[in-house]
């Protein structure tokens, strides 16, 4: 970021996460204090939420599986766990630890697939931070207490901001056009995008698409796609009543029997299942 200072004292803020850092959005579903926690039932096995969350343990440990790695989560780190893949949780101790569960679309546009940790001294003041979140919350009917809340999630994202945007830098499109890019996906997700499409709104080739969603993202724009379609496929059956064949046709998915099939590919169960067991 850069700031241009002029004669009148006043600064011109110039930067390319500007959009990005002001259309950040959060917004907090559910949060709180466990205490002597070991199993937990819902996440027994592997199951996808469409929500990030954070956690700042306190005393004890516990093991987050994803399909590829696990992560241990103990005392002396805050973790932030991705929306995007299937995990289970197993105990080691019994933990007390603050946990809370969020939305963010926006954060959705970095490269984020696996639990990311930090030392809680990267941040001042982290665990007063999560205490005065989860307090907010329980006021929460207050405008006041909402926007603290809020701006007190956001604060604790900074140094996990800072760690992702630092991470497989863009070289060939500015991040900002990336974003965009991103939004176009979004807003389209209900009909079949063509890479090709993609590639003409970036005005690349179809190799340097590719390539710029690997360096990216991790994976390839036909997959990226799918990732997106399941993630709008996970909130409607959460967040609706709407039968499962029109939420297939409105996250693109015109056949229901192959929206079955990937969504148990990548999910390990059906959407049924999923919305049968899955809470906030």
């Given at each position: 970021m850069s700031g241009n200072l002029r004669k009148n004292g006043s600064v011109k803020i110039h930067s390319e996460w500007s959009d990005f850092l002001a259309e950040?959005?959060?917004?907090?579903?559910?949060?709180?204090?466990?205490?002597?926690?070991?199993?937990?039932?819902?996440?027994s096995h592997f199951c996808g939420a469409p929500f990030y969350r954070l956690y700042l343990p306190l005393k004890g440990e516990f093991r987050i599986h994803s399909l590829e790695t696990s992560v241990i989560l103990a005392p002396g780190s805050f973790y932030l766990v991705p929306d995007t893949i299937p995990?289970?949780?197993?105990?080691?101790?019994?933990?007390?630890?603050?946990?809370?569960?969020f939305v963010s679309r926006q954060l959705q546009k970095l490269p984020f697939y696996e639990p990311l940790s930090l030392p809680v001294d990267r941040l001042d003041r982290v665990p007063e931070r999560f205490?005065?979140?989860?307090?907010?919350?329980?006021?929460?009917?207050?405008?006041?207490?909402?926007?603290?809340?809020?701006c007190g999630v956001e604060q604790?994202?900074?140094?996990?901001i800072e760690t992702l945007s630092a991470r497989a830098p863009s070289r060939d499109l500015p991040r900002e056009q990336l974003f965009r890019l991103v939004d176009y996906i979004d807003l389209n997700i209900g009909r079949g995008i063509a890479v090709d499409e993609l590639a003409e709104q970036a005005k690349m080739t179809r190799g340097e698409l590719t390539a710029l969603f690997v360096n990216h993202f991790g994976m390839a724009p036909k997959q990226y796609i799918t990732t997106r379609r399941l993630y709008h496929a996970k909130l409607l059956l959460l967040q609706s009543n709407l039968q499962i064949k029109e939420i297939a046709w409105r996250c693109g998915w015109k056949d229901e029997y192959f929206f079955f099939r990937i969504f148990r590919k990548y999910m390990q169960t059906t959407p049924a299942n999923y919305r049968k067991h899955q809470v906030y």
């Open positions: 950040l959005d959060v917004k907090i579903i559910i949060c709180g204090k466990a205490e002597h926690v070991f199993s937990w039932p819902l996440y995990l289970k949780y197993q105990g080691i101790s019994p933990s007390d630890h603050y946990w809370i569960h205490a005065e979140i989860v307090e907010h919350c329980r006021s929460f009917q207050e405008l006041s207490h909402q926007i603290l809340a809020k604790l994202l900074i140094p996990f």
